[in-house]
């Protein structure tokens, strides 16, 4: 009589899952992603069997620790390794979220906040973060991105990235071009990354996120507004704003997907209030 298989999920096999998503050039960031909420989840099983009740009480449990979007981001590492084990039948329903029209104002950075914060880096002296930030919000590139801005692409005015399997061209506004040029001869270098830590390593997101958020009080911004991620968001709006192409869009940002773009431009409800005003349809 065959032995019935042991469901148990075990740090070895997110190890083994984790070298498998590396054979199938996932993202760094979708890798680490993973590992962490599957940890989460090995922990919280502590070595059980895993049967379809356990994984829905797992399901129930972080329902009432994290917001539905972070749910169902950690319920999609835990499909796609009970897929990857061959185990599909223990698989749950992600929670269902209704779209909302409108983004929320409290976490959407605006122009005159983003303005506030370069000046406030400028008045700290901080010209590198002060350039970071322009570059990133001027170009809509991922803070992971910035390794390809480079003192090569600053002198031919494009770069070519490479993310996620896919390849795009970005342009640098001449602005930001005379001003990077500007920085680079300052910093005595001709090539390679533009942005670097004092040892010479291109700068990471936990760099950029910690100096960006050592404004807040200062440039009086909201910390909750203030993350690298917020500039991408503001760049998407303004372009939309000005072009209402959102296949465009979609191509800037190498998005394969148009509606993940369509939540870059979602607008707040304050300005949908303001534009119906605009529309003089009350007469009376």
């Not at 042991?6 to 993202?27: F, G």
């Not at 129930?60 to 796609?80: D, F, H, I, K, R």
């Not at 010209?127 to 990133?136: A, N, P």
């Not at 991620?229 to 940002?253: G, P, Q, V, W």
Request: proline share 2%; aromatic share 8%; with cysteine.
């Amino acid at each position: 009589m065959r032995k019935k298989e042991q469901r148990i999920i075990t740090t070895e096999l997110i190890r083994h899952y984790t070298v498998s998503l590396r054979e199938q050039e996932k993202a760094t960031a979708t890798i680490q992603k993973y590992t962490h909420d599957l940890t989460v989840l090995c922990d919280y099983l502590d070595g059980s069997t895993l049967t379809k009740a356990t994984l829905i009480g797992w399901k129930e449990y972080l329902t009432e620790q994290y917001a539905p979007a972070s749910v169902n981001t950690m319920l999609a590492a835990m499909n796609n390794l009970l897929d990857f084990c061959g185990w599909p039948d223990l698989k749950v329903k992600p929670l269902k979220i209704q779209k909302s029209m409108f983004c929320d104002e409290g976490k959407e950075l605006t122009r005159g906040e983003y303005i506030r914060l370069i000046h406030a880096a400028e008045k700290e002296g901080n010209e590198r973060l002060s350039l970071v930030i322009q570059t990133i919000c001027a170009t809509g590139i991922r803070v992971s991105e910035l390794k390809f801005i480079t003192a090569e692409a600053v002198q031919s005015g494009r770069t070519e990235i490479s993310n996620k399997g896919k390849r795009r061209t970005v342009f640098l506004p001449d602005k930001l071009r005379r001003l990077l040029k500007k920085y680079l001869q300052k910093q005595q270098r001709k090539d390679g990354p533009v942005f670097v830590t004092r040892t010479g390593k291109v700068l990471d997101r936990s760099n950029i996120w910690r100096d960006m958020k050592a404004l807040c009080e200062s440039a009086g911004v909201e910390p909750g507004k203030v993350f690298p991620h917020n500039l991408r968001h503001l760049f998407a709006r303004t372009y939309y704003t000005l072009e209402k192409d959102l296949s465009r869009l979609a191509d800037i940002l190498g998005h394969s997907n148009v509606s993940t773009t369509r939540i870059y431009t979602v607008e707040s409800g304050g300005v949908h209030a303001r534009q119906m005003e605009r529309m003089g349809l009350i007469i009376t």
